[in-house]
């Protein structure tokens, strides 16, 4: 479903010179260069900001897919719709603070197996009973649940869930592996269960309610959400949208949760959001559904750190937002299965617009 903004804020990207900006002018030489170096490759789109201005906009053609249906080479562009992957997941957790606001939805600290009493019969191992939602917000669940190998293999764990019969009694009813809030364990049950508690709290669907509570407020355009097995917009990685109005998300963090005089998403959900929960691995930490990390930048023996907080999806979705350098970064590629994919939005954030920093 295309859905478009029925009143959106007064907000159209201004462009700035990157020398007026504090960057080096060449960025789109060194961009290009990074490409030509075989450094970044499958890039669809870059879209850089700062200071609430456009910096670099660069889209190109490519292979392409909607949740793994080919769509051939695309032309992309500013109006271009791209999967948002996992960068979905982020998004959903804004909207669940914003419903917390609206008091539509339980807090984190509030049991998880009580939002579903159809499973209770189903809860026999004692651990489910320590479940809060902040366990699925952070993605501690501790169960059983693989999705490092390709999502055409059948023993996914999101494609057996996607699969299932009874999506809640299969996520429920996986063995531990350990204890709920000790180990961070990538996967969908957490956004499939958030998800739910959502469109079951504000009695809308996620795009009818992100489009009424998020999207239009931002000034975001047409947008679609790709629905699941089960016929139900995929709360975990079914979000389209332009790299544009993606950074538009970006900006809205760089703004503690205001757009346009109005604060959108409470500024202490996000403080909450963005705090390091538990690690993902040597790099990155992650909160409520959105990642942090830090970045060291510039030329020795004078190598700042920048944090950065961040979306991530299959195939190199990214969101960056890095607060202290008023600075967002919003890059769609497809390179899906590719084993490498993380490489070229890492080496685009890191050589291309940290570096070209004056």
Known sequence: ???????????????INPADAGFAP???????????????????????????KLVLERYFAGEDEVWGAPRGSVAFGPDTLHDLRSVTKSILGLLYGIAL??????????NLIAQFPECAAAATDPRLQRLTIAHALTMTLGFDWNEDIPYQDPTNSEIQMEQAPDRL???FSRPFISDPGTRWIYGAAGTELIGQLLVKGVGHSLPDFARANLFDPLGIGPTEWTKGFNGQPAPASGLRMTPRDLARVGQLILNRGQWDGRQVVSSDWLAKSFQPYVPCDEQRRYGYFWYSGDLQYGQPPHRPIT???GGFGYGGQRLFAMPDLGIVVAITCGNYADEQQWMPPVRVVRDVVLAGLK
Do not use: C, N
């Open 1 to 15: 479903m295309t859905t478009g903004p029925l009143a959106s804020a007064q907000f159209e990207w201004r462009s």
């Open 26 to 52: 060449d960025l789109d030489e060194r961009l290009d260069k990074a490409i030509a170096d075989k450094r970044a490759w499958g890039l669809h789109g870059v879209v850089v900001t700062r200071m609430g």
């Open 101 to 110: 606001d609206l008091r539509k939805v339980p807090a984190p600290d509030q």
């Open 169 to 171: 009694r299969y996520i």
């Open 307 to 309: 944090h950065w907080i």
